[in-house]
């Protein structure tokens, strides 16, 4: 199974600040139709998940443009400028190149 | 809108059964792969199984095979998840999702809680 790995697993930022999270993947996400399936959710509490990304870089309708995607292969970034009260939570990167599909363990956003 | 509803949750000993349902509406139920996926208590997530639209290719997460098993129903705009054996480490809350067509999920339902115990 394709293994992702998330850094860090614990995001202390104040409000305002820009905040990053890493995505190494065990092996490249590139399938043979060219693209990669590389996709982030973010959970808070008590809630379901929320996708925010997918395919490395495309932002899902309603997503402020704060966040953002990057990467390719096998090292991904997903980037929130100006980190707000509501972004708190857990983020995940999800792989569906190869099945079975699989996910980060999850990095958590506190505020300060 | 789109929505996803689960139901068929609850506590059952190991070795028992339980079948999830998950009732969709707010868009062409036929025209889309559906899953399961789960999240043990304080845990990350993790995808159980997968389904065609028309039902006729499915897949599952090795921990789960030849246990579970995916089903739907169109006409019903119904998924459905057959859980046999199962076991301590199947506690989870598991989640109905919409494939977007790009290898990905886009919208969850709010999950119903499975707990295997003595």
């Known amino acids: 199974d394709v293994v992702l790995t998330q850094s860090p697993l614990s995001l202390p930022v104040t409000l305002g600040q820009a905040a990053s999270i890493s995505c190494r993947s065990s092996?490249?996400?590139?399938?043979?139709?060219?693209?990669?399936?590389l996709s982030w959710f973010h959970q808070r509490p008590g809630q379901s998940p929320r996708r925010l990304i997918y395919?490395?870089?495309n932002r899902d309708s309603g997503v402020p443009d704060r966040f953002s995607g990057s990467g390719s292969a096998t090292d991904f970034t997903l980037k929130i400028n100006r980190v707000e009260a509501e972004d708190v939570g857990v983020y995940y990167c999800m792989q569906g190149t190869q099945w079975p599909y699989t996910f980060g363990q999850g990095t958590k956003l506190e505020i300060k | 809108e789109v929505h996803l509803v689960e139901s068929g949750g609850g506590s059952v000993r190991p070795g028992g059964s339980l079948r999830l349902s998950c009732a969709a509406s707010g868009f062409t139920f036929s025209t889309y792969w559906m899953s399961w996926l789960r999240q043990a208590p304080g845990k990350g997530l993790e995808w159980v199984a997968n389904m065609k639209e028309d039902g006729s290719e499915e897949d599952y997460v090795d921990s789960v095979r030849g246990r579970f098993t995916i089903s739907r129903d169109n006409a019903k705009n119904s998924l459905y998840l057959q859980m046999n054996s199962l076991r301590a480490e199947d506690t989870a809350v598991y989640y109905c999702?919409?494939?977007?067509?790009?290898?990905?999920?886009?919208?969850w339902g709010q999950g119903t809680l499975v707990t295997v115990s003595s």
């Open positions: 999702a919409r494939d977007s067509g790009r290898r990905t999920v886009d919208y």
């Open positions: 395919e490395v870089s």
């Open positions: 092996r490249s996400l590139e399938k043979s139709d060219g693209n990669i399936y």
